[in-house]
């Protein structure tokens, strides 16, 4: 007769497979979810903190700026511009006007001319020469208050190889002072060279007027008085 079995004691709450070894995995899963809960809560605190305390850029906006200027700052005139008046050099004044030289007369003598002024050649030496004499030679003339004139005529006699230099009388200057302006004049026109120089006729006389300012433009003139 076979052996019976020995008896085990029944439990009177069968253990069900599994249930033994769930509680240690729970709390290790509620672990986790809490530490991934507290790191997320750190995160989302640190972001907002962030958020908080950010640079805007606008705090040092006031001291990094220039000032707007004022209203009256901007409605200031600009500045006046100030021009310099550049003085052109004064010119020295005129001290005598010489106008166009006149051919008066020709002929084989004074006595005898031909029979229109219009006809008589000329003669550049002469001409050119007593119109140089009066040009630079302005303090020959009289000191006088008012403007004045003198008619220098200039005889050539080629025959007598002899020039006369006298104040015509179309001049305002006559009698003395135009004399001796004559005489200061006739001193600078340089001899002829007689044989060397073309002529139609034999005798001629010329003139040119020569006006002269008031004593006021030409003050150190010498006074032929």
């Known amino acids: 007769m076979p052996a ?17 070894g769930s509680s240690g995995g729970g709390d290790r899963f ?3 979810q809490l530490i991934i809960a507290a790191v997320s809560g750190f995160s ?24 707007e200027p004022s209203a009256s700052a901007s409605a200031a005139p600009p500045a006046a511009i100030v021009r310099t008046k550049v003085e052109s ?6 001290r005598v006007k010489v106008g166009t030289v006149q051919r008066l007369r020709c002929g084989s003598s004074p006595k005898n001319p031909a029979s229109e002024p219009g006809l008589c050649d000329s003669l550049p030496f002469f001409e050119q020469a007593i119109v140089k004499a009066v040009l630079e030679n302005p303090d020959c003339a009289p000191k ?31 009698g003395p002072m135009a004399k001796k302006a004559t005489e200061c004049v006739k001193r600078a026109i340089p ?10 006729y034999r005798y001629y006389l010329i003139s040119v007027l020569a006006t002269y300012p008031s004593d006021s433009t030409t003050a150190g003139l010498p006074d032929f008085k």
């Not at 903190?49 to 700026?65: C, I, K, N, S």
């Not at 050099?89 to 005129?94: A, L, Q, S």
């Open 4 to 20: 019976s079995r020995p008896t085990l004691p029944s439990d009177s709450h069968p253990r069900r497979l599994g249930v033994g």
């Open 191 to 200: 001899s002829p060279t007689w044989d060397t120089m073309a002529h139609q």
């Open 44 to 67: 989302i605190l640190a972001v907002l903190l962030y958020l908080l305390r950010r640079p805007t850029g606008v705090e040092h906006t006031g001291a990094d700026e220039p000032a």
């Open 89 to 94: 050099p004064d010119k020295p004044p005129v």
């Open 30 to 32: 509620v672990r986790v």
């Open 144 to 174: 006088q208050k008012e403007e004045g004139t003198i008619n220098y005529a200039l005889s050539i006699d080629f025959r007598n190889h002899e020039t006369k230099l006298y104040p015509g009388k179309s001049g305002s200057w006559r």
